[in-house]
């Protein structure tokens, strides 16, 4: 057994008030993580609160207890307390402070014990004991990981492997990318505890709405470029197009993804126009760090493949900002 996790095991050894918390704009991976996780340490006895900075894609409102789980953005007093009040946070699938907003300094004044679970390059060090491993397919997988080395993996009942295995599909889409072999033996395991992973890929992938279909429509057909010779695509969203559109939070994710499918592109930049802020989500194939990009541009970070910003501009700036940093990093393609 690990130090870490023979230290996890022992602040566990006695029911405990626990703070799980994720990333803003929860994805699939940080929700199932956290409901996973939250599911377990249930069961283990203790008292659990799941916070989310802000609201979550409804598409995964199939994910037990999400329901109970306190939203910052609108309950900015109980997500307070229940960082106040706890004696263990879990911070899972992030890896910076600035990731959770003012949150962040509730839990950096916290006198509660910090775990951390992700799977992010270079984690800050605000946490006491750490589950990092930037080669996991996700932090579900991690999730997983840590109760198997507690000894608990029969406590993982079909509801709790749910939620794990959402982060397993959402975060390799749906096992193309990002894998390692331990991720199959996972999504194996989760299987053989009574996970139907074909109903649940109908839940994630086929819960659409009409507006969402149209949504895409629109980004395609009037609201991308291609910068040909240098394999990069740019979409954009304006604020006209959120209130047209009816655009709430998650509606856009998986859009950037579509621009990869083009042979030739090797970058996809989506910038939309968020009240205050320019938002950038980048993707790339292969050996292109956006992670680098977007953290020496955009004020931001993620992964190598999959990286976010935010900056204080106008939506023309960031778009413009993208056609001159993109010839930086890639050559120019003889056409
Ligand atoms: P997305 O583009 O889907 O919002 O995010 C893709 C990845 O980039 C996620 O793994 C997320 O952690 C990271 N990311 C997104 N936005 C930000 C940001 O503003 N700051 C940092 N540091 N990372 C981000
Ligand atoms: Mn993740």
């Not at 659409?208 to 429509?217: A, I, S, T, V």
């Given at each position: 057994m690990s130090e870490e996790i023979q230290k996890l095991k022992q602040l566990l050894s006695f029911p405990k008030e626990i703070a799980i918390i994720t990333h803003r704009n929860p994805d699939g991976d940080a929700m199932g993580s956290s409901l996973g996780l939250g599911g377990y340490l249930h069961k283990l006895g203790h008292n659990i609160k799941v916070i989310f900075p802000s609201e979550y894609p409804l598409s995964y409102g199939y994910m037990k207890n999400v329901d109970k789980v306190i939203i910052f953005d609108l309950d900015h007093n109980v997500a307070r307390k229940a960082i106040e009040n706890a004696d263990i946070i879990f911070c899972l699938d992030f890896n910076g402070l600035d990731r959770v907003d003012k949150l962040g300094e509730n839990i950096q004044f916290s006198k509660a014990k910090k775990v951390l679970i992700d799977h992010h390059l270079d984690p800050e060090p605000f946490t006491d004991i750490e589950f990092s491993d930037t080669g996991a397919?996700?932090?579900?997988?991690?999730?997983?990981?840590?109760?198997?080395?507690?000894g608990d993996k029969a406590m993982i009942d079909p509801e709790i492997g749910e939620c794990l295995f959402t982060g397993l599909v959402t975060d390799t889409g749906s096992f193309r990318y990002g894998t390692r072999p331990y991720t199959y033996v996972v999504a194996g395991e989760l299987k053989m505890l009574g996970v139907d992973d074909y109903k649940l890929a109908d839940k994630i992938f086929n819960s659409?709405?009409?507006?969402?279909?149209?949504?895409?429509?629109?980004c395609l057909a009037n609201r991308m470029e291609i910068m040909k010779d240098y394999g990069v695509g740019i979409m954009w969203l304006t604020r006209k197009d959120y209130t047209d559109f009816d655009i709430q939070r998650g509606d856009t994710e998986g859009i950037v993804n579509y621009m990869l499918m083009m042979e030739n592109i090797k970058v996809a930049a989506f910038v939309t126009e968020q009240p205050s802020i320019i938002k950038i989500s980048l993707r790339s194939k292969g050996d292109i760090s956006v992670q680098e990009i977007a953290g020496k541009y955009f004020n931001g970070g993620g992964h190598k493949n999959a990286s976010g910003g935010g900056v204080y501009a106008s939506l023309n700036d960031i778009i413009e900002k993208v056609k001159k940093v993109m010839p930086l990093y890639l050559p120019k393609l003889i056409t």
């Open positions: 397919s996700s932090t579900c997988e991690l999730v997983f990981k840590v109760i198997d080395q507690l659409q709405k009409e507006k969402h279909l149209r949504l895409l429509g629109h």
